[in-house]
């Protein structure tokens, strides 16, 4: 089991950015890692999906072309660079193992309003 600590959320005007990061409490080095938002009345859904080593990240088309995922794993963290934020980008953003998920963590606010 590892727990999961999300950061980096806040309030941001459209077409703004945001870095998110989350650490896990043990290793994730052989992890399949994914970012995840849910937004209020909605499903939870998968925006990023990180492979345990280097090659290619996967993105749901909603976030394509503005976010970009990423890992270093020496410190059990993933990031996420979330750019030209949008409205629709409001939601509470997770981390957590893609094929079997862990208990989640409290995730991080972000909201993006003018």
């Known amino acids: 089991q590892v727990q999961f600590v999300e950061s980096g959320g806040g309030l941001v005007q459209p077409g703004g950015s945001l870095r998110l990061s989350c650490t896990g409490s043990?290793?994730?080095?052989?992890?399949?890692m994914g970012w995840y938002r849910q937004a209020p009345g909605k499903q939870r859904e998968l925006v990023a999906d990180?492979?345990?080593?280097?090659?290619?990240?996967d993105y749901a088309n909603s976030v394509k072309g503005r976010f970009a995922a990423s890992r270093d794993n020496a410190k059990n963290t993933v990031y996420l660079q979330m750019n030209s934020l949008k409205p629709e980008d409001t939601a509470v953003y997770y981390c957590?193992?893609?094929?079997?998920?862990?208990?989640w963590g409290q995730g991080t606010q972000v909201t993006v309003a003018s």
């Open positions: 043990a290793s994730i080095n052989w992890l399949r």
């Open positions: 990180i492979p345990p080593v280097s090659g290619r990240v």
């Open positions: 957590n193992r893609i094929g079997g998920n862990f208990s």
